[in-house]
Each structure stands twice: as C-alpha cells, then as structure tokens.
C-alpha cells in the first residue's frame, strides 16, 4: 500500500531486549511490566505497566524527578515510591551517544 499523503520524520527497526517482570510490592500492589532495552531514549528504559497500558520512558533523572512515576502511571505515592525502588535496580547510567 502506498502512503502518499504521510511525510515520515523517521521509520527504523533495530534488535531490543525485553524483560517481562511480575512482582507484588510490600504495600500489596501487583506489578506486570515489561521492560524493554534499545539503543533509542539515550540509554533510558522503555517501562511498560501491562496492567494498564500506560508506558514510559524511564531513566536514573526520571525517577528522581518529584511525581514523575505517580502521574505517568497514575498511582498512589506510596505505590510509585515502591515501583522506583524497584526501577531503580533495573535503570543504569544514561549514556548520550551522538
């Protein structure tokens, strides 16, 4: 099919690697994440609830933003300070590469 009318800004594939992680949280709040690794987003994570469908992009300076994780994924504060310490194991350094 040809998309005359559709002016792309960029169209690529690459090789990622994604995690898929299930886990409950000390306050009783269940988790289904798929996490995904690419060469995009400057190193950061590619953080998907498949609870809800919400996804982010998430590194180191993301979870220390103040509300960050409670708005993208729309939890409670205690909630999203139990899935950063979560995150925070999985996130690495940001690496700039350009």
């Known amino acids: ?36 690794s690419t060469s995009r987003f400057y190193g950061k994570m590619l953080v ?8 982010a992009i998430i590194g180191p300076d993301d979870l220390e933003e103040e509300g960050y994780i409670e708005y993208t994924f729309k939890l409670t504060e205690e909630e999203a300070a139990e899935l950063s310490e979560f995150l925070s194991l999985i996130v690495g350094t940001v690496n700039f590469t350009d």
């Open 48 to 55: 998907t609830d498949l609870q809800n469908g919400r996804t």
């Open 1 to 36: 099919m040809l998309l005359p009318d559709y002016d792309f800004m960029s169209d690529s594939t690459e090789n990622t690697s994604t995690r898929f992680v299930t886990f409950i949280t000390p306050g009783y709040k269940r988790f289904d994440l798929a996490i995904t």
